[in-house]
T-cell receptor, first 114, second 113 residues
Framework: NAGVTQTPKFQVLKTGQSMTLQCAQD?????MYWYRQDPGMGLRLIYY???????DKGEVPNGYNVSRLNKREFSLRLESAAPSQTSVYFC?????????????FGEGSRLTVL | GNSVTQMEGPVTLSEEAFLTINCTYT??????LFWYVQYPGEGLQLLLK?????DKGSNKGFEATYRKETTSFHLEKGSVQVSDSAVYFC????????????FGKGTTLSVSS
């Protein structure tokens, strides 16, 4: 049972390069999320998708774009990477937003921007 | 707005010691409260939750009680093990459709034998 799968797990970029983090879930969840985790800052929401066809900004959306490709997949794109985007990125999914249900997380993608 | 505040870490304990990690929240309405745990090199996973005032969530020997009067959801365990070493996150859901979970900054727990 795969759950939430993120790729790649590690990536090193140079400033100004672009890349896309991929996320797929196999639990038929409606809602998907992208968080970043930084030391001393905890987990901060970048973007989320409450349902297929919708996306909303979270706490720290600047410098990122997202695409909810279909119900299973939710990608995060960095158009022009900056050193401040060095972080560990987590994708998560849940049955729906705003409820009492569990969020299921991927294993994370560690991104370094030089 | 809604927010979650956790005690600063790291918390360092010896095996079999009692653990408390404090969490307080600010929210409108009737939020649900959660504790998530992140073991080294892994993503977060749900540890326990409580969906209304005075509910107690429990799992793996951990407990937390939803206290509306003190807006708190402190995590406790009577006797920690080395395997409990991890980062613990308190989180809040405000129950409104279209909104996402709000996390605290996390508390690192290190247990030595």
């Amino acid at each position: 049972n795969a759950g939430v799968t993120q790729t790649p797990k590690f990536q090193v970029l140079k400033t100004g390069q672009s890349m896309t983090l991929q996320c797929a879930q196999d639990m038929n969840h409606n809602s998907m999320y992208w968080y970043r985790q930084d030391p001393g800052m905890g987990l901060r929401l970048i973007y989320y998708s409450a349902s297929e066809g919708t996306t909303d900004k979270g706490e720290v959306p600047n410098g990122y774009n997202v695409s909810r490709l279909n119900k299973r997949e939710f990608s995060l794109r960095l158009e022009s990477a900056a050193p401040s985007q060095t972080s560990v990125y987590f994708c998560a999914s849940s049955e729906r937003t705003g409820g009492t249900g569990e969020l299921f997380f991927g294993e994370g993608s560690r991104l370094t921007v030089l | 707005g809604n927010s979650v505040t956790q005690m600063e870490g790291p918390v360092t304990l010896s095996e079999e010691a009692f653990l408390t990690i404090n969490c307080t929240y600010t929210a409108t309405g009737y939020p649900s409260l959660f504790w998530y745990v992140q073991y080294p090199g892994e993503g977060l996973q749900l540890l326990l939750k409580a969906t209304k005032a005075d509910d107690k969530g429990s799992n793996k020997g951990f407990e937390a009680t939803y206290r509306k009067e003190t807006t708190s959801f402190h995590l406790e365990k009577g006797s920690v093990q080395v395997s409990d070493s991890a980062v613990y996150f308190c989180a809040l859901s405000n129950g409104q459709a279209g909104t996402a979970l709000i996390f605290g900054k996390g508390t690192t727990l290190s247990v030595s034998s």
